[in-house]
T-cell receptor, first 114, second 111 residues
Framework: EPEVTQTPSHQVTQMGQEVILRCVPISNHLYFYWYRQILGQKVEFLVSFYNNEISEKSEIFDDQFSVERPDGSNFTLKIRSTKLEDSAMYFC????????????FGNGTRLTVT | GEDVEQSLFLSVREGDSSVINCTYTDSSSTYLYWYKQEPGAGLQLLTYIFSNMDMKQDQRLTVLLNKKDKHLSLRIADTQTGDSAIYFCAERGTGFQKLVFGTGTRLLVSP
């Protein structure tokens, strides 16, 4: 069964550094999402993306965050200058063309900012 | 705004049934989902129900929806130790809107 893949599985970075989290959505999916989960807390929406532009973003998704689909397969989340509070698990998701198509999530990237 | 609430913790014995409850506030919710998260792992889609349905059964899983009370439940029959995980309820409006997740219920199954 096709799946969403995310790399790396764990990223450690120093405060102030830029990080790029990578995702390969399911190949025929058109809608893409990033979520994050701070340890022990709920899963929070960051941003949705369709047709090469942001569809919706949350208050968390400030100017330090950006998303890009640089080619036909990858979907990336960039954090320009990481803060300690950015430490979390970041999940990518994609969904297909039907309105009832559920979101399929990757296994996540654990980001640790030191 | 949308809000989804769940009880934080449930403990059952192996072989018993587990019932995980969820309430939501958005009356325009179209689809409601249950995801499972094992320790250190991603979000696994278990099942989902359309808002015009009352019940959906899928092997050991039964989802009940009371749209009037905005209450959703997930029943796991014959619960096994491998079912120990965090279970997230999530709701979604029409089209390709974002999922809004609940707080998660940690299910602990003891032998």
């Amino acid at each position: 069964e096709p799946e969403v893949t995310q790399t790396p599985s764990h990223q450690v970075t120093q405060m102030g550094q830029e990080v790029i989290l990578r995702c390969v959505p399911i190949s025929n999916h058109l809608y893409f999402y990033w979520y994050r989960q701070i340890l022990g807390q709920k899963v929070e929406f960051l941003v949705s993306f369709y047709n090469n532009e942001i569809s919706e973003k949350s208050e968390i998704f400030d100017d330090q965050f950006s998303v890009e689909r640089p080619d036909g397969s990858n979907f990336t989340l960039k954090i320009r200058s990481t803060k300690l509070e950015d430490s979390a698990m970041y999940f990518c998701a994609s969904t297909g063309t039907g309105a009832n198509s559920p979101l399929h999530f990757g296994n996540g990237t654990r980001l640790t900012v030191t | 705004g949308e809000d989804v609430e769940q009880s934080l913790f449930l403990s059952v014995r192996e072989g018993d049934s587990s019932v995980i409850n969820c309430t939501y506030t958005d009356s325009s919710s179209t689809y409601l989902y249950w995801y499972k998260q094992e320790p250190g792992a991603g979000l696994q889609l278990l099942t989902y129900i359309f808002s015009n349905m009352d019940m959906k059964q899928d092997q050991r899983l039964t989802v009940l929806l009371n749209k009037k009370d905005k209450h959703l439940s997930l029943r796991i029959a014959d619960t096994q130790t491998g079912d120990s995980a965090i279970y997230f309820c999530a709701e979604r409006g029409t089209g390709f809107q974002k999922l809004v997740f609940g707080t998660g219920t940690r299910l602990l199954v003891s032998p």
